[in-house]
């Protein structure tokens, strides 16, 4: 299964982008799907995540500012990020995970950088 993420770019501090992820191949079926991202000199760590069911989750440095959104049908999980901080900087990947015919998978985004700076 693979993982294909796009979206990211350079914004101001304040603005607002969109990262897409759409995950193909032979799936069966797709339980949660996430955002992770990693700063330089830190560790990766989850931003937000979405189950099968619609129920949400994000880090308390988002909420308020980050919404997570799937498409069931398209196999795509979105990430609305608005009023970006510096502090947001970072390579942003999806994670998803579920079942292909065969076996469970877990697969991730190859990563998009997210720049915010003024």
């Known amino acids: 299964v693979q993982l294909q993420a796009s979206g990211g770019g350079l914004v101001q501090p304040g603005g607002s982008l969109r990262l897409s992820c759409a995950a193909s191949?032979?799936?069966?079926?797709?339980?949660?799907m996430a955002w992770y991202r990693q700063a330089p000199g830190k560790q990766r760590e989850l931003v937000a995540g979405i189950t099968n069911g619609g129920h949400t989750h994000y880090a308390e440095s988002v909420k308020g500012r980050f919404t997570i959104s799937r498409d069931n049908a398209k196999n795509t999980v979105d990430l609305q990020m608005n009023s970006l901080k510096p502090e947001d900087t970072a390579v942003y990947y999806c994670?998803?995970?579920?079942?292909?015919?065969?076996?469970?998978?877990?697969?991730w985004g190859q990563g998009t950088q997210v720049t915010v700076s003024s």
């Open positions: 191949g032979s799936i069966f079926s797709i339980n949660g």
């Open positions: 994670n998803v995970d579920g079942q292909t015919p065969d076996w469970d998978f877990r697969s």
